[in-house]
């Protein structure tokens, strides 16, 4: 039997910020994780460029950036460790970045630079990291908790879940936090595949499909959330970012829509054209602002045909109309297999905002992915985990 005072299940970004922020207060941590290497979803992410924070998270509007059933209960953790609090380790730790758009810092080199940072953050702590080890049975002692480790048990004073939400399996995602959280009487929300590329039925993909690998800079909405950014075709249907980013509010049996000609009037567009260029079809003006292949698309779309100079008011309207509301019905996602994170997860109301302990079990906490926190594409999901994982490594 091993003894520690907190014990972190999770080598993730949530895991590794709270085993380093305990390990500083001089508590013995151990860090335990199945996966053979830490922070692989770090390694990965960005593109291998780590999206590490967005400037914006903390910003008035973060709240609406984040997703949860309570989405009040993200402010507390946010607003104590704040994006330039994790820019400036990265400066001290002399690793060069950028800020690539909307406020999303990336790194300028490869992504295991902020992994082997932590990594050493963690050792200069002085907390333990076991890796390698699959955790097996957890269980509540008088004094703490007790887990199994590999064919070992390790008792602490204090339990961190970090393990992480589902998506991507292959990576070791398990979704085992919210199998843990149900054993000690926590509730968990429905959980689905979030900033996910979306997936349509064979009739519409006849029609997508031809344009794979075209991408364009679109608004992509749901109701009344709205996203401008790329957008990208794929032989399944559809992605790139304002895809993903909607992906995480669509649910089954809605539809998006879709504007291909953003910070453009469509209908003084084709208008002007027609006084200009009444000879050509509209597929030919599209063209000046869409890719080629979209253009051709957008011409089949609108179905008025012949020369521009031809079509009436009402006929350009129409036109105008089916470029900008451009309305798509997707039958599902990609899953797990490639969403970015997990849409839901432990219940916020039972643990405390403050230090992410749960309410009714003390000692017991979760962080980062594994609670019903979800944020958009853009480095918010990283900030979540160093904020909560911080305001776990503080209390525990
Ligand atoms: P995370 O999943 O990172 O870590 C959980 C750890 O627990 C893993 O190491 C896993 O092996 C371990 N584990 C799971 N089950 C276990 C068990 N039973 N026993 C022991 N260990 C177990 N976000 C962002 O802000 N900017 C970005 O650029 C990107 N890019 C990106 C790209 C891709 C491809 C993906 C899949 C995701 C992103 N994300 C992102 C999202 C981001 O990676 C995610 O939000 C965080 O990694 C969540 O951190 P956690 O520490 O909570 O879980």
């Known amino acids: 039997m091993t003894d520690f005072d907190i014990i972190i299940l999770g080598a993730g970004a949530a895991g590794l910020m709270a085993g380093i922020e305990a390990g500083r207060r001089g508590r013995r941590v151990l860090v335990v994780d199945h996966a053979r290497n830490p922070g692989e979803k770090i390694r990965i992410s960005g593109g291998g460029r780590c999206n590490f924070t967005n400037v914006n998270a903390t910003h008035v509007l973060g709240r609406e950036r984040f997703l949860s059933s309570n989405p009040r209960f993200a402010l507390s953790a946010l607003s104590r460790y704040t994006p330039d609090m994790f820019v400036e380790r990265v400066k001290k730790r002399g690793i060069a970045f950028h800020e690539k758009t909307l406020g999303q810092l990336f790194c300028d080199g490869p992504a295991t630079q902020i992994v082997s940072m932590l990594i050493d953050d963690l050792r200069a702590a002085g907390a333990a990291i076991w890796t390698g080890r699959a955790v097996g049975s957890v269980e509540k002692t008088e004094t703490g908790f007790r887990a199994l480790v590999g064919d070992g048990y390790v008792t602490c004073e204090s339990l961190v879940v970090a393990t ?51 991408s364009t800079e679109a608004v992509v909405g749901h109701g009344k959330t709205r996203f401008q950014e790329a957008l990208l075709f794929t032989h399944r249907g559809l992605s790139g970012p304002s895809i993903l980013q909607i992906s995480s509010y669509w649910r089954e049996g809605d539809t998006i829509s879709v504007d291909l000609l953003p910070e453009l009037d469509a209908l003084e567009f084709l208008q002007s054209a027609r006084k200009t260029q009444p000879k050509l079809h509209i597929q030919t003006i599209l063209s000046a602002r869409l890719p080629k292949r979209l253009a051709q698309l957008a011409g089949d779309m609108i179905s008025q045909k012949g020369m521009i100079g031809d079509l009436s008011d009402k006929k350009l309207m129409a036109a105008a109309d089916q470029v900008k509301n451009w309305t798509l019905k997707p039958v599902g996602s990609e899953g797990y297999r490639t969403a970015e994170v997990t849409l839901g997860g432990v219940e916020t109301r039972g643990l405390d905002a403050k230090t992410m302990m749960a309410r009714e079990v003390p000692g017991l906490y979760f962080v980062g992915e594994a609670v019903d926190v979800t944020g958009w594409l853009g480095g918010y999901n990283f900030q979540w985990a160093w904020a909560s994982g911080y305001a776990a490594g503080q209390a525990a």
Not at 189 to 195: C, M, Q, S, V
């Open 164 to 214: 992480g939400g589902k998506s991507i399996p292959k990576m070791g995602a398990t979704g085992f936090a919210y199998g843990l959280a149900k054993q000690f009487g926590l509730a968990v929300t429905d959980t689905r595949p979030a900033l996910v590329p979306l997936t349509f039925e064979e009739g519409a993909l006849e029609q997508l499909k031809p344009l794979a690998g075209v």
